[in-house]
């Protein structure tokens, strides 16, 4: 997590080093102007991102599940795209990962969704 997003109200509660699923095969590679970098990852340099208060971009699965990272996995259109960038074996590593941590993974997005609906209903209320 970058020192802004250690102060940002997105990642409040959430640990500087966390983990997050990332399976993509297209991302953002620079930041829009005027966004801000709030976490990179050495596999993803803009992780996550904000535009001013209330705009945010996440390139990593808060939503992810084991089953869902199962089921990415036997997907032959997943597997094709990732044969294409990373090396052989990249779904069973991110597989093992997911699960020997996903008790971790599912507080830091429980607590980053919560605190992205603190953000919007303040938004609503403005």
Known sequence: MSDEGMCHRLFEGVEPLF???QWHCAEVKRL????TCLASSPQC???AMSYGSAAFGLQYHIEASEQSI??????DAS???????????YAVGVQRRVSESF???LKNSRRIYD??????IARLQD
């Open 103 to 105: 008790a971790d993974i």
């Open 115 to 120: 605190n992205f609906m603190h953000v919007a």
């Open 70 to 75: 199962h089921e990415w996995a036997d997907s």
């Open 79 to 89: 597997r094709a795209a990732l044969a294409r960038q990373y090396p052989p074996n």
């Open 19 to 21: 983990r997050g699923v």
């Open 45 to 47: 340099r803009v992780a």
């Open 32 to 35: 829009p102007d005027g966004a």
